[in-house]
């Protein structure tokens, strides 16, 4: 067929083969470039903890991306406390330091002060691989590989059965639609998941955490990129995942945190309020006003 293709037009065939050669190049580029990347380092004799209770503490840290005498804090002697099975949101402008804070607990960037503890261990003393087998994240980014919807959730388990698949995916409202398609579960997702809509991405991240079954649950902005009617599908089934965990959410729909067992404002500046919803309202502050603002426009 190519061979026919290039006799009728030879241009435009040797336009698509020199297309196809430069995005190999260019995959093959990006896979040399993580292949090069240094490995993260590890400490000898790190603790390598199977389970976490999920008791989090934050003690004056203070984090900038470009290091050096010049670098602005992105957050500065920051302290908060997630008591094991408790619901933390943050909430506030962006700029505030909300999704660093996030990526910290995992160790995706190394502070440059204070501390910050789970279960009274320095999470610098901690094992990467087995802190990160402790924490789940859902973000507003999901990341789908090329492969089947199967093995996109199974990435949360490896180990995972075909029936604890399918449970994950019945808890994260994703199931009945799966089973519509005519090749189910071994429905190929495309590149980034680009077959599936953005809620459907959504839902099976979920199905992937709920596989996962982490004592820590990071929740990072994730159904802000969604309409309300699939907001609310994907905000129950995040409920129930949220379910006997220590969870740390960033929420830009004020909403979806009313029921959190603390809420903490933060701006460029730091801490600006906390406590629980009913108490931000009577303090008549900022979250006040981002919560009336939201409503108002809605």
Do not use: W
């Given at each position: 067929?190519?061979?026919?293709?290039?006799l009728i037009n030879p241009v435009r065939?040797?336009?698509?083969?020199?297309?196809?050669?430069?995005?190999?190049?260019?995959?093959?580029?990006?896979?040399?470039?993580?292949?090069?990347?240094?490995?993260?380092?590890?400490?000898?004799?790190?603790?390598?903890?199977?389970?976490?209770?999920?008791?989090?503490?934050?003690?004056?840290?203070?984090?900038?991306?470009?290091?050096?005498?010049?670098?602005?804090?992105?957050?500065?002697?920051?302290?908060?406390?997630?008591?094991?099975?408790?619901?933390?949101?943050?909430?506030?402008?962006?700029?505030?330091?909300?999704?660093t804070i996030c990526h910290l607990i995992?160790?995706?960037?190394?502070?440059?002060?204070?501390?910050?503890?789970?279960?009274?261990?320095?999470?610098?003393?901690?094992?990467?691989?087995?802190?990160?087998?402790?924490?789940?994240?859902?973000?507003?980014?999901?990341?789908?590989?090329?492969?089947?919807?199967?093995?996109?959730?199974?990435?949360?388990?490896?180990?995972?059965?075909?029936?604890?698949?399918?449970?994950?995916?019945?808890?994260?409202?994703?199931?009945?639609?799966?089973?519509?398609?005519?090749?189910?579960?071994?429905?190929?997702?495309?590149?980034?998941?680009?077959?599936?809509?953005?809620?459907?991405?959504?839902?099976?991240?979920?199905?992937?955490?709920?596989?996962?079954?982490?004592?820590?649950?990071?929740?990072?902005?994730?159904?802000?990129?969604?309409?309300?009617?699939?907001?609310?599908?994907?905000?129950?089934?995040?409920?129930?995942?949220?379910?006997?965990?220590?969870?740390?959410?960033?929420?830009?729909?004020?909403?979806?945190?009313?029921?959190?067992?603390?809420?903490?404002?933060?701006?460029?500046d730091g801490i600006e309020e906390r406590?629980?919803?009913?108490?931000?309202?009577?303090?008549?502050?900022?979250?006040?006003?981002?919560?009336?603002?939201?409503?108002?426009?809605?």
């Amino acid at each position: 067929m190519l061979y026919i293709s290039a006799l009728i037009n030879p241009v435009r065939t040797l336009t698509n083969i020199y297309d196809q050669i430069q995005e190999g190049a260019t995959g093959f580029r990006r896979f040399c470039e993580i292949m090069d990347s240094p490995e993260e380092e590890q400490i000898e004799n790190a603790v390598r903890p199977e389970i976490l209770r999920g008791d989090i503490v934050f003690e004056d840290v203070t984090f900038s991306y470009k290091k050096g005498g010049d670098a602005r804090p992105v957050i500065k002697d920051f302290s908060m406390k997630i008591p094991a099975g408790k619901t933390i949101a943050l909430v506030g402008p962006s700029g505030g330091g909300k999704t660093t804070i996030c990526h910290l607990i995992p160790r995706f960037y190394e502070i440059d002060g204070g501390k910050i503890t789970i279960d009274g261990i320095d999470i610098r003393d901690l094992d990467k691989v087995s802190l990160r087998k402790n924490v789940g994240i859902v973000q507003q980014d999901v990341f789908l590989f090329n492969g089947t919807i199967r093995e996109n959730i199974a990435y949360g388990n490896f180990d995972a059965t075909e029936d604890e698949i399918i449970e994950a995916a019945k808890k994260a409202n994703i199931h009945q639609y799966i089973s519509e398609l005519p090749d189910g579960y071994d429905t190929n997702v495309g590149e980034r998941g680009i077959k599936l809509s953005g809620g459907q991405k959504q839902r099976v991240s979920i199905a992937r955490a709920f596989l996962k079954n982490p004592p820590i649950l990071i929740l990072d902005e994730a159904t802000s990129a969604l309409d309300n009617a699939t907001e609310m599908l994907i905000q129950d089934a995040l409920y129930k995942l949220s379910e006997g965990r220590t969870v740390l959410v960033v929420a830009h729909r004020l909403s979806t945190i009313k029921n959190a067992d603390e809420i903490i404002v933060i701006t460029k500046d730091g801490i600006e309020e906390r406590g629980s919803h009913e108490q931000l309202i009577l303090c008549d502050g900022l979250y006040k006003k981002l919560y009336e603002y939201q409503f108002k426009n809605l």
